[in-house]
T-cell receptor, first 113, second 108 residues
Framework: NAGVTQTPKFRVLKTGQSMTLLCAQDMNHEYMYWYRQDPGMGLRLIHYSVGEGTTAKGEVPDGYNVSRLKKQNFLLGLESAAPSQTSVYFC????????????FGNGTRLTVT | AQRVTQPEKLLSVFKGAPVELKCNYSYSGSPELFWYVQYSRQRLQLLLRHISRESIKGFTADLNKGETSFHLKKPFAQEEDSAMYYCAPEGQGFSFIFGKGTRLLVKP
């Protein structure tokens, strides 16, 4: 079982460029999440999805879009990258229901210059 | 508003010393509570959950509803415990809300 897989692992963008981060899980989980991790801020929820075809905003959604066209994949898009989006991005999934823990990917380190 | 507070950014102890990582939460209702750990260059992973009343790697966490705290404890710290620790109550709806994290450094 691969669990939760994120690609790419590293990326450097110039301001204004766009990119898509891919998250894939093979555990048949219903719920998927995108977080960003910043020093002193901990993990903050960007967007999440409670099932195929559904998405919802988290704490810090501005500047990001997401799509969940297939149950196993959750894509995070940056249409016009800004230096403030320099961060480490984590994808997570869980099967839903009470007491279901999150399973995390390894993270994507994004630098916007 | 939902809020999680981990008051210490860095906790430094010597090997063999007791460890307590603090977590206070402000929530309506009774959220389920989790501790997650991130070792250097590894993914974030679940350490333990309140509902299981378990001890993982010597760590335990006690829920104090009166103080709304869920502190993580270990009687004798080991060097391999050095990591970032996140307290995470299960938030309203479907999301988890994480504390800012505490870096535990266990010195030899």
């Amino acid at each position: 079982n691969a669990g939760v897989t994120q690609t790419p692992k590293f990326r450097v963008l110039k301001t204004g460029q766009s990119m898509t981060l891919l998250c894939a899980q093979d555990m048949n989980h219903e719920y998927m999440y995108w977080y960003r991790q910043d020093p002193g801020m901990g993990l903050r929820l960007i967007h999440y999805s409670v099932g195929e075809g559904t998405t919802a905003k988290g704490e810090v959604p501005d500047g990001y879009n997401v799509s969940r066209l297939k149950k196993q994949n959750f894509l995070l898009g940056l249409e016009s990258a800004a230096p403030s989006q320099t961060s480490v991005y984590f994808c997570a999934s869980d099967q839903g229901g009470d007491n279901s823990p999150l399973h995390f990917g390894n993270g994507t380190r994004l630098t916007v210059t | 508003a939902q809020r999680v507070t981990q008051p210490e950014k860095l906790l430094s102890v010597f090997k063999g010393a007791p460890v307590e990582l603090k977590c206070n939460y402000s929530y309506s209702g009774s959220p389920e509570l989790f501790w997650y750990v991130q070792y250097s260059r590894q993914r974030l992973q679940l350490l333990l959950r309140h509902i299981s009343r378990e001890s993982i790697k010597g760590f335990t966490a006690d829920l104090n509803k009166g103080e709304t705290s869920f502190h993580l404890k270990k009687p004798f710290a080991q060097e391999e415990d050095s990591a970032m620790y996140y307290c995470a109550p299960e938030g309203q709806g479907f999301s988890f809300i994480f504390g800012k994290g505490t870096r535990l450094l266990v010195k030899p």
